[in-house]
């Protein structure tokens, strides 16, 4: 199966740049609900994602004043670079599945591994369960077929 038909675009995905501002980084998160985004660089490399507790975790750690941080350090500074690996736009089902199993969502990637979009968990159960419908419909459908050659 391609991917692709999972595939949610760049475009309708809220990312964060990774030259924003750590107050930007949080705004962005705030304001699309979510709690960890694909951080994106200007000319649109996947660097990583990042999450509430990546920024939480930083301002725990540090001794700068509040102000400062949030102003002044940058989004890529906090990126986990090595978390929630992307997969290639290629890719096959099984590859895509062992990612799945682990993070919410997969970052999609083309072979300049700039960021095409991202597929969700919820994308993957959901076709999944929708070929299982469709499968159990065609073997009851088969069933009848059966019932009705008996019945001649």
Do not use: C
């Not at 509430?52 to 102003?71: A, K, M, Q, R, S």
């Not at 990612?99 to 997969?106: D, E, S």
């Not at 076709?127 to 419909?137: A, E, G, N, Q, S």
């Amino acid at each position: 199966m391609n991917l692709l038909f999972l595939l949610k675009p760049k475009n309708s995905v809220d990312f964060i740049y990774a030259d924003d501002s750590m107050r930007k980084g949080l705004a962005k998160l705030r304001t699309s609900g979510y709690t960890a985004a694909p951080v994106v660089t200007r000319e649109g490399k996947y660097m990583g994602t990042v999450t509430e507790g990546d920024f939480l975790w930083y301002l725990h750690d540090t001794t700068e004043p509040l102000e400062e941080i949030v102003n002044e350090v940058y989004v890529e500074q906090i990126t986990r670079e090595n978390w929630n690996q992307p997969v290639h736009i290629s890719a096959t089902m099984d590859e895509l599945l062992e990612l799945v199993l682990n993070q919410n969502f997969v970052p999609v990637v083309d072979d300049r591994n700039l960021f095409v979009g991202i597929i969700t968990r919820q994308s993957v159960i959901r076709h999944f369960v929708d070929r299982i419908k469709k499968l159990k419909h065609q073997v009851e459908e088969q069933n009848l077929d059966e019932k009705e050659g008996e019945n001649k």
